[in-house]
């Protein structure tokens, strides 16, 4: 007869509670690894998927994600002059937010260069990549943007062609896909009345310049658009991607762009390691102290309810002694009662999590190695916690049983 299995079924409903609160306090501490994957997953996701061998960004700057870049569009032309380059791509990025159906939507809008880059590397569920260069967007399945959906952007409306899935930037928002002139003029949109004002300003300028004294025509220019000025230079991008040749060795590449004055070049995996060193190394800490507090609240628990179960059976144990049992049956009944309350506790956390992990509004990955050593984890929150009630159970004299 195994006595930890006996106490159980006598104290079922507590044990049973107990066990689900601990199952859930574990699926949280889970949950919490899953979400820092989620987040490092997220973050990198466009620079392994872009395939892009070198980002060359603004000067002193660490890159389009980290923080704000701007570099002119004749750098692309540049790269693409360089030994060793085989392609240079253009690169916008930015977030906007915008309301739909009356609620918020953001967006992370990614600029294609088009017609270099189609999109063919992005991974479709639905529809097809860009076939052409205005008007038309890929979206991810996160954005509820169907095919065949259409939304206002500027003062433009561009069609949905094509959706994909878990494309998400390192803030949790879904990316949309377009070309890069329709990422910029979605970026630099502005509304009509500040047109209006910023071409009257220009004639009130130009009325006291004094070239234009001398040559009234001059002023015809100023109530053109901004784009047809011959002084004002197109949008500016975020970064220039580069991919390099074969047998090319990017250390090379990387010497010459670098000594470049006006920017600044960083490999896929410099860029990689200047994204995880900044806003999610916070998130990264301030997951894993959650992680620490979750777990210790979980040993508490389980301690003051195997403590608690000792105190209720102190004339059991002290029977056990006057009868002449030894003290290894006793300490296994108390431990064996803590290794089934955090291994039903554990197997609850994973079963539920599996279920509802899935809802969270962020990716929640859970890797093996993950549950291997959550479960390392409650095996030994589990001997730890039992210490409790066995100190208790040593301190029972047999005289008790007596009284």
């Given at each position: 007869m195994n006595l930890a299995l006996k106490d159980i079924r006598h104290n079922l409903g507590r044990f049973a509670l107990t066990t689900v609160g601990v199952g859930l306090l574990l699926m949280v501490v889970m949950g919490m690894g899953g979400i820092y994957r989620g987040v490092i997953e997220d973050a990198t996701l466009l620079i392994d998927r872009v395939g892009a061998d070198l980002w060359v960004v603004q000067r002193s700057t660490r890159g389009p994600f980290a923080e704000i870049s701007r570099v002119p569009p004749n750098l692309v032309h540049r790269v693409q002059a360089v030994p060793g380059v085989r392609l240079a791509r253009e690169f916008v990025y930015h977030t906007i937010q915008r309301e739909r159906a009356g609620k918020p939507l953001r967006i992370a809008v990614m600029g294609l260069s088009w017609p270099v880059d189609k999109g063919e590397w992005l991974p479709l569920t639905a529809g097809r990549h860009l076939s052409q260069n205005h008007f038309e967007m890929i979206a991810d399945e996160s954005l509820r943007l169907p095919v065949g959906s259409q939304i206002e952007l500027g003062k433009e409306t561009y069609s949905i062609v094509g959706t994909t899935k878990n494309l998400i930037s390192s803030n949790g928002d879904g990316i949309a896909f377009v070309t890069v002139q329709d990422a910029q003029a979605i970026q630099f949109d502005v509304p009509g009345e500040a047109v209006r004002l910023e071409r009257a300003s220009r004639e009130t300028r130009g009325e006291e310049f004094e070239a234009a004294m001398k040559q009234p025509a001059l002023l015809d220019n100023a109530g053109r658009p901004t784009g047809e000025l011959p002084a004002v230079a197109r949008p500016q991008l975020s970064a220039v991607m580069v991919t390099l040749g074969p047998g090319v060795y990017a250390e090379d590449v990387e010497e010459i762009i670098g000594g470049w004055s006006d920017v600044s070049v960083y490999t896929q995996d410099g860029q990689r390691e200047l994204l995880l060193r900044g806003s999610v190394e916070k998130i990264k800490k301030q997951i894993g102290l959650f992680r620490v507090l979750l777990t210790i609240i979980a040993a508490i628990i389980m301690a003051l309810i195997l403590y608690t179960l000792t105190l209720d059976k102190i004339h059991s144990i002290a029977l056990l002694k006057l009868i002449g049992a030894p003290n290894s049956v006793i300490l296994g009944m108390i431990l064996q009662q803590a290794l089934l309350l955090g291994g039903i506790g554990f197997g609850i956390a994973y079963l539920l999590g599996q279920?509802?992990?899935?809802?969270?509004?962020?990716?929640?990955?859970?890797?093996?190695?993950?549950?291997?050593?959550?479960?390392?984890?409650?095996?030994?929150?589990?001997?730890?916690?039992?210490?409790?009630?066995?100190?208790?159970?040593?301190r029972v004299s047999p005289n008790e049983a007596l009284s």
């Open positions: 279920r509802v992990f899935p809802l969270f509004p962020r990716r929640v990955i859970i890797t093996d190695g993950d549950v291997l050593q959550l479960a390392l984890i409650v095996f030994g929150i589990s001997v730890a916690s039992s210490i409790l009630g066995i100190w208790k159970a040593m």
